[in-house]
């Protein structure tokens, strides 16, 4: 994968040239200037999706001379060490009225004509909103739950932050001095990115978190402030942005559709209703207190809904079709805290409902003090010190850099007492597994956006998949003054495909690995003479690892099942050239045909107010696949065709199925309060780009009859619609 720091200044060169060349033919894919069938027809890459085995192109192909395969070289890191720049916390976005933005929102899209830029950065007249337009992408619920807050963000290249706000005191985030400008890079001694390199909300670093709670709607305005010239890129990304808040139970119009996109000068309005599934049916009434929001002055505000499938740990990214690992890799990604009456963010309020986990006690609700968001990705970059991707060939892209909140190999600072870290997997294809390098116990309390039923235990966490969020308290109370223990990953990559060896704790700190990523790559440094105050939940009472249950779906009748089995070998059925994508990997539904993505095709179509028992199948065990399905949640009731086999931190509700090389899950889900065209794919993000996706539709309108919703095509000139491409035969 990487070469070693042995590697000869021959072979080095070599792998330069090799690596050059990749950048073009990436380059010239994201400028549009060639495509992949255009590749695969002049041998570049394989029909299989691979890169072909050209000396002077493959990084695996040894070089004339027959020494050995050149490989691909380890980013420059001008001078940077491991643990001697701080992780800072993430910044806040704003939250403000509603009032002030202008124009004000609206249900339907905004189609006031402005100047968008198309493809080419030439002007031209187009709608103020890239929503697609009508009652179909009309905001859903708009009435019932008109928007409360509005956050408003501007997607830029690269710049300077002058306005960070962690939302915690200096101490509490490493001494960083907010008041300082924040440049845009991953160490102190590296070069600032470029905003052709980087695209981040607001062009800024660190990664921004979003505060959020129940029954307070939030209309997410996002500008698409990007250069308007598509080549504006520095050799990778597309400026075309759909944003997914990923698992949001929301309308389809709000959950950032692969093919409902929108283009620089354009905004688009999104509806986060922040409400509790199943409010049509259950605690109609809003009489029970576990099913509600904290109301900003000790108490709790009643909401209807399934206090059972409350959501804590969110994230939202891009989701632009073809481009979505560049585009995230690129930076567009935030994290999202919701709080409820569960869990309010204040470790103090003892009402008998409050979970009280590690958090603080200074506000009613989101106190950031103890409970700390960290985005964990890889990165390469180029000989300049700029962010650069490598598709040497479609099994997934991993960096060699290893980082936590953008920050290369941090320390960050903690008090003797617990605190609550939200890690998510931000990465493109790399796999993480987590340990403390003194073996001390975690206890995870979150897999994906939920608490767990109850809390486990764990010396060294699972896997954590692309896009899986693990919630995990560590309590640092009986560390001395000055103690420095370390983050350590374990799982050893040697391509994308999958993890290819989980190493002990001993082997992984040992330096021998050739994967740079695995080892130690955060630092916690102790501070404090004495025990810090701590008003949380004891994990060690009787009781005190319960926390929300799973909601029983057995008296609900099974109305469908289906199998999606994924994997190589795909085949393209359609020819759009805007909706059908080319590549290796696909989906066979049902027994079908192992097909390519294409928007416009409708896959699966269940009908509302039902449940059904869907059958995750990796086609193949060289490989694995974090299985993303948009909009429900799931119980995994099997693995590997059995219950057993499901461990207890897999037990809650999940939005993300890591199949494992060869396996297979059986999960239950049921459908209801939103409707609209809804995505289901691979979150290798590699994988879905080429082209691991499907689509699939609810229904809210009760028919017995399979309606198929028109498909919606951006242009920088207005959205335009056409009907579907294909149905499958079982999808309704």
């Not at 370390?486 to 050893?492: C, D, F, G, M």
Request: with cysteine.
């Amino acid at each position: 994968m990487y070469l070693p720091d042995r590697t000869s200044q021959q072979q080095l060169r070599l792998a330069e040239q090799a690596q050059r060349n990749r950048q073009e033919i990436v380059k010239a894919l994201s400028h549009g200037n060639v495509s992949r069938r255009d590749l695969v027809k002049w041998g570049v890459f394989t029909a299989g999706g691979g890169l072909a085995l050209k000396n002077g192109l493959n990084p695996f192909v040894g070089n004339a001379y027959g020494e050995i395969p050149t490989g691909v070289p380890r980013s420059a890191l001008f001078g940077a060490a491991a643990f001697d720049t701080p992780m800072p916390r993430c910044d806040l976005m704003k939250r403000k009225p509603v009032s002030e933005l202008s124009p004000a929102p609206q249900q339907m899209a905004n189609t006031t004509p402005t100047q968008v830029s198309g493809p080419d950065g030439v002007q031209v007249i187009g709608p103020m909103e890239g929503r697609p337009p009508g009652p179909v992408w009309a905001h859903q619920g708009w009435d019932l739950f008109a928007p409360k807050v509005a956050v408003e963000e501007w997607q830029r290249g690269a710049e300077t932050c002058l306005d960070y706000d962690p939302g915690v005191a200096s101490y509490l985030n490493c001494n960083i001095d907010p008041t300082y400008a924040v440049k845009p890079c991953f160490h102190g001694k590296m070069p600032q990115q470029s905003p052709q390199a980087m695209w981040t909300f607001g062009g800024t670093v660190p990664p921004k978190l979003l505060l959020g709670r129940y029954g307070e709607p939030i209309v997410f305005r996002h500008h698409n402030a990007l250069a308007g010239k598509v080549t504006a890129n520095g050799g990778f990304g597309r400026n075309t942005l759909s944003t997914h808040e990923h698992n949001g139970h929301h309308g389809a119009e709000s959950d950032g559709f692969t093919g409902a996109y929108f283009f620089p000068g354009q905004y688009y309005d999104y509806h986060w209703p922040i409400v509790h599934a199943g409010f049509r049916t259950i605690n109609t009434g809003a009489t029970d207190a576990r099913c509600g929001a904290p109301n900003g002055s000790g108490g709790i505000t009643k909401l209807p809904g399934d206090w059972r499938e409350t959501m804590s740990s969110h994230w939202f990214h891009d989701h632009m079709f073809s481009f979505t690992s560049q585009n995230v890799y690129k930076g567009i990604a935030a994290v999202f805290n919701l709080y409820s009456s569960l869990d309010r963010g204040n470790e103090e309020i003892n009402d008998g409902v409050n979970l009280r986990l590690p958090s603080g006690t200074a506000k009613d609700w989101g106190n950031l003090d103890y409970d700390v968001n960290i985005m964990l990705c890889d990165k390469a970059v180029d000989r300049d010190g700029q962010l650069a991707f490598d598709i040497f060939n479609f099994d997934g892209f991993l960096g060699d850099m290893m980082m936590a909140n953008m920050a290369y190999k941090p320390y960050f600072y903690v008090e003797r007492r617990k605190y609550r870290f939200r890690f998510l997997n931000a990465s493109v294809a790399r796999f993480f597994k987590l340990a403390l390098s003194n073996r001390a116990p975690m206890i995870q309390i979150g897999n994906d956006g939920n608490l767990l039923p109850r809390a486990v235990q764990l010396s060294e966490l699972d896997e954590m998949g692309i896009a899986e969020r693990f919630d995990v308290v560590i309590d640092f109370s009986n560390y001395s003054d000055g103690t420095k223990l370390h983050l350590v990953n374990l799982a050893e990559h040697s391509d994308g495909r999958r993890v290819s060896k989980h190493l002990s704790l001993n082997e992984a700190m040992s330096g021998k690995s050739d994967d740079p990523c695995v080892g130690k790559f955060l630092e916690f440094r102790v501070c404090g003479t004495v025990k810090a105050r701590d008003n949380s939940r004891d994990f060690s009472k009787p009781g005190g690892m319960n926390l929300i249950p799973n909601p029983d779906l057995s008296q609900i009748p099974v109305a469908r099942r289906r199998t999606f089995e994924w994997g190589r070998g795909a085949s393209q059925t359609t020819r759009d050239p805007v909706s059908s994508a080319l590549g290796p990997w696909g989906v066979k539904v049902d027994g079908g045909s192992m097909l390519a993505a294409d928007f416009g095709r409708v896959s699966a179509a269940p009908k509302a107010g039902t449940r059904e028992i869907w059958t995750l199948v990796n086609g193949g065990g060289g490989w694995d696949h974090p299985i993303h399905i948009h909009f429900e949640e799931g119980q995994i009731l099997a693995r590997d065709g059995s219950a057993s086999n499901v461990p207890l931190w897999e037990r809650g509700r999940k939005d993300v199925y890591r199949l494992r090389p060869g396996g297979s899950m059986t999960i239950t889900m049921q459908f209801r309060d939103w409707g609209g065209m809804f995505m289901e794919h691979c979150h290798n993000t590699v994988h879905e780009d080429n082209a691991m996706l499907l689509r699939w539709e609810l229904d809210t309108s009760g028919s017995a009859v399979l309606k198929p919703l028109p498909t919606p095509i951006p242009k920088p000139t207005g959205v335009e619609f056409m009907a579907p491409t294909d149905i499958l035969p079982r999808a309704g």
